[in-house]
């Protein structure tokens, strides 16, 4: 039963693929039918949904929803880009920048994009420079940011790591992530961009600071309420879902939210998806799976290789499912928490599954690419290009991540 777990395993993200149908979905479908196969009851199998982790995620989610909804966020993003007058060069900088603060402090990697991606290609139309040298990075921002402990992401990686007996991941992994992103867009900048040889054709001037209105009440309220539960959640220990829940309550009394608007903004896929993963991934460990899986890598890993090859091995495998949904749950418990090196090793694995949400397949790369795609008349050739571009800096991206797990970078922050 463990090699047929891993079978419907890797057949039901596959399917989900194919089909173009929630991951989640057809994850419980597959348990349920291997429940069945097992001889293990349905009543087990729901005991396995994460109610704690669900709540975490959907109050993060719904906090932030506000904030997009009265566009806090968006006009933060604009009036930081209002420092850069006059010097483009400053730009990919600034929105790595921009990308790292509203990842970090609680949207995570998607939302955080989402903003990010219109943001830049409107930017970079009214500079006269292509999206593609530009969009790179403020997603990369959104990377450097994305692993905290209060996003979506990292609430994922720690709280499986904990279950398998890893802990203080807290830091290592925050650190891993960002240190990586700030290395590859650096590599980015000078040397497949060249943004430091940047020379614009015409004078720059500012191309946001007139057109940006001051905050309003509600908005400051927003951004208040944002900080109040990033020191609520980090220096108090209070539950980050439930910290995001009670700001949202006291920004809908004072009027600052509208709760119906914000409801439907919630990415109720993505918390299906994350959820029901987990519970057929708690299936194939209970069955022996994930040992078996285990097993197999430590093969033809040795000690100086397994950060690396579990680098590579989660970025090939987001590239056709979720890091947080799918990837981290499943690799992050083949981990022993016996190995001295476990802390490297799970923050290589987690940073590897990440890089590669650059390629257009992954929700990342596919903001991108459909920003992109909206800015106005593009061919389908131009597309193409786009789509071969991000793929083809994902592919790097998760390359780099292994090299710096082969360096062992990684077991540094451990």
Not at 80 to 89: D, I, N, S
Not at 241 to 250: E, K, R, S
Not at 312 to 334: C, D, K
């Amino acid at each position: 039963m463990d090699l047929v777990s891993i079978i419907v395993l890797c057949i039901a993200i596959i399917a989900a693929f194919l089909l173009k149908v929630n991951t989640g979905f057809v994850a419980m479908s597959a348990a349920l039918v291997l429940c069945h196969v097992a001889g293990i009851q349905e009543k087990w199998l729901i005991s396995q949904f994460n109610s704690s982790q669900f709540i975490m995620l959907l109050g993060v989610m719904y906090l932030f929803c506000i904030a997009q909804d009265n566009k806090s966020l968006d006009l933060l993003a604009k009036k930081a880009l209002a420092l850069c007058k006059g010097k483009a060069k400053l730009f990919p900088l600034i929105l790595f920048l921009l990308g790292a603060i509203f990842s970090a402090i609680g949207p995570g990697l998607i939302s955080a994009t989402a903003l990010m991606a219109v943001l830049i290609v409107a930017l970079a139309k009214e500079i006269g420079v292509h999206p593609i040298k530009l969009l790179p990075f403020g997603t990369l921002g959104t990377f450097a940011g994305g692993l905290s402990p209060i996003t979506p992401s990292g609430i994922v990686a720690i709280s499986t790591a904990e279950k398998t007996g890893i802990f203080g991941l807290e830091l290592p992994l925050f650190i891993g992530m960002a240190l990586t992103n700030i290395l590859f867009g650096l590599i980015l900048y000078f040397f497949v961009f060249k943004w430091h040889k940047y020379k614009p054709a015409t004078s720059i001037d500012n191309p946001v600071a007139e057109k940006t209105p001051s905050f309003t009440l509600k908005q400051w309220a927003t951004l208040a309420g944002i900080v109040v539960t990033a020191i609520l959640t980090t220096v108090f220990g209070v539950n980050v879902g439930l910290a995001a829940f009670a700001v949202a309550v006291i920004l809908t009394a004072i009027g600052a939210a509208d709760e119906g608007n914000s409801m439907k903004r919630v990415p109720w896929g993505t918390l299906i998806m994350i959820t029901g993963v987990g519970m057929l991934i708690s299936l194939v460990t209970d069955l022996g799976g994930i040992k078996l899986l285990e097993n197999a890598l430590n093969a033809i890993s040795t000690e100086r290789t397994a950060a690396a090859i579990k680098a590579a091995l989660a970025g090939v495998m987001s590239w056709v499912s979720s890091a947080s949904g799918v990837v981290m749950p499943t690799l992050i418990p083949t981990v022993s928490n016996a190995d001295p090196n476990a802390i490297g090793i799970t923050v290589a694995l987690c940073v590897g599954a990440h890089m590669a949400a650059l390629s257009p397949l992954s929700s990342c790369g596919g903001l991108m690419l459909s920003a992109y795609s909206t800015s106005g008349e593009i061919s389908a050739e131009e597309r193409n290009k786009v789509f071969g571009q991000l793929f083809a800096m994902s592919a790097a991206g998760v390359g780099f991540a292994a090299l710096l797990a082969l360096t062992g970078v990684f077991g540094l922050f451990g």
